[in-house]
């Protein structure tokens, strides 16, 4: 049984930084690809970045250039560090295993203005 622990979040500056973890118990972050997702109330979850098995990763459009996904074989974790936020990336932030598994509590990032 996959379980996931997102940490990281809180309340930030426009323009400040993040760096959100999350801890993957069940599954090896090294073998599987892994994502981040957000969501916002009364929207659908939508998808953030992703990192493959390999390592090469991906981005959203709307987070590329500002967000980087990464991990830490050793600590099992997966990693977004979130730079220049803005007011609309204020969202309850989750990781999960691609393909998507249980979901975890996530974590609230809130982008003042």
């Known amino acids: 049984q996959v379980q996931l622990v997102e940490s990281g979040g809180g309340l930030v500056q426009t323009g400040g930084s993040l760096r959100l973890s999350c801890a993957v118990s069940g599954s090896l972050v090294s073998s599987n690809a892994m994502g981040w997702y957000r969501q916002t109330p009364g929207k659908q979850r939508e998808w953030v970045a992703r990192?493959?098995?390999?390592?090469?990763?991906n981005h959203a459009d709307a987070v590329k250039g500002r967000f980087t996904i990464s991990r830490d074989n050793a600590k099992n974790t997966v990693y977004l560090q979130m730079n220049s936020l803005k007011a609309e990336d204020t969202a309850v932030y989750y990781c999960?295993?691609?393909?998507?598994?249980?979901w975890g509590a996530g974590t609230q990032v809130t982008v003042s203005s």
């Open positions: 999960n295993t691609i393909p998507l598994g249980p």
């Open positions: 990192i493959g098995a390999s390592g090469i990763s």
